[in-house]
T-cell receptor, first 116, second 107 residues
Framework: GAVVSQHPSRVICKSGTSVKIECRSL??????MFWYRQFPKKSLMLMAT?????????EQGVEKDKFLINHASLTLSTLTVTSAHPEDSSFYIC????????????FGSGTQLSVL | GQNIDQPTEMTATEGAIVQINCTYQ??????LFWYQQHAGEAPTFLSY????GLEEKGRFSSFLSRSKGYSYLLLKELQMKDSASYLC????????FGTGTRLQVFP
């Protein structure tokens, strides 16, 4: 099956630093990638949709300057949490849509971010 | 707005059958997914419905009624390992998740 690799799986950082999370589709081309955030015991909240070669579309209430998304190629999207604060601590997860299998979405393994 | 509602929690006994409901009101509909998620892990794909009716896959079945904005996931012969969160998600031009249902299976 298709594989989406997400790194790092866990990161602990100091308040004020920036953290980059990578999401790669390993054996398929992903025209669209989605970034989600999940709080403990809650469902996944869509943050933004990124299409290869264009600017990301952010959901209402998500700060564009805080959560920078880059989708430079058909296999790589990155989420950078800039100037992280404790309230940004969360589980972040990406998913990629296979260009050839539109109904399928494949998820990365997630990144647990803890900001001290 | 987009509303996708599920019961927050459910409990069931090993070997039993449980039905998890999902109702949705979304701007657009291109299919409905069910995912299983264990704590700290990524969601795992269970099923996809785009047409009305029942899709059966082993112990799990999923039903969709587009006119009613309703779906359910049916889990048969429950096992302890089925204790997890079950997420209903609607594909519009993006995948929007429901509130999620935490299922606990007791021996």
């Amino acid at each position: 099956g298709a594989v989406v690799s997400q790194h790092p799986s866990r990161v602990i950082c100091k308040s004020g630093t920036s953290v980059k999370i990578e999401c790669r589709s390993l054996d398929f081309q992903a025209t669209t990638m989605f970034w989600y955030r999940q709080f403990p015991k809650k469902s996944l909240m869509l943050m933004a949709t990124s299409n290869e070669g264009s600017k990301a579309t952010y959901e209402q209430g998500v700060e564009k300057d805080k959560f920078l998304i880059n989708h430079a190629s058909l296999t790589l999207s990155t989420l950078t949490v800039t100037s992280a604060h404790p309230e940004d601590s969360s589980f972040y997860i990406c998913s990629a849509r296979d260009r050839d299998r539109h109904e399928k979405l494949f998820f990365g393994s997630g990144t647990q971010l803890s900001v001290l | 707005g987009q509303n996708i509602d599920q019961p927050t929690e459910m409990t069931a006994t090993e070997g039993a059958i449980v039905q998890i409901n999902c109702t949705y009101q979304t701007s657009g509909f291109n299919g409905l997914f069910w995912y299983q998620q264990h704590a700290g892990e990524a969601p795992t794909f269970l099923s996809y419905n785009v047409l009305d009716g029942l899709e059966e896959k082993g112990r799990f079945s999923s039903f969709l009624s587009r006119s009613k904005g309703y779906s359910y996931l049916l889990l048969k012969e429950l096992q302890m390992k089925d204790s997890a969160s079950y997420l209903c998600a609607v594909w519009t031009d993006k995948l929007i998740f429901g509130t999620g249902t935490r299922l606990q299976v007791f021996p």
